[in-house]
């Protein structure tokens, strides 16, 4: 029997994900619980990475609420969801 592929909507984006598209991201870090984690899009993952380290993340950034209101991440929200999915690029943050 073939396995039916249901429609993935990124929780913080909001597009449709097509199955190439999706990533897992662990919200508490996988250290400190691997099975804690939301199917986001591959460009949601890579610009939370790109602004947040780990121990922003385990300080308060922890669940897509968190993530969708802090005010940087809501500023590349307006940008990702203007694009294609799967063609945002992002560079690390000076730390």
């Known amino acids: ?3 039916i592929d ?3 909507i990124c929780p913080l ?5 097509p199955r190439a598209s999706r990533s897992r991201h662990h919200l508490k ?4 619980d ?16 790109a602004l947040f ?9 922890d669940n897509i609420e968190a993530l969708r209101a802090h005010p ?7 940008f990702i969801r203007k ?7 992002v560079a690390k943050k000076k730390r």
Do not use: W, Y
Not at 34 to 49: F, Q, S, V, Y
Not at 53 to 61: H, M, P, T, V
Not at 72 to 78: N, Q, R
């Open 34 to 49: 691997k099975h804690l984690t939301a199917i986001i899009c591959t460009d949601c993952h890579r610009t939370i990475h």
């Open 13 to 17: 984006c909001e597009r449709l994900l």
């Open 72 to 78: 940087d991440f809501a500023k590349a929200l307006t």
């Open 29 to 32: 870090t996988r250290r400190l």
């Open 6 to 8: 249901t429609e993935t």
């Open 83 to 89: 694009q294609p999915v799967g063609s945002v690029r």
């Open 1 to 3: 029997m073939a396995r």
């Open 53 to 61: 380290d780990n121990r922003e993340l385990r300080a308060g950034l």
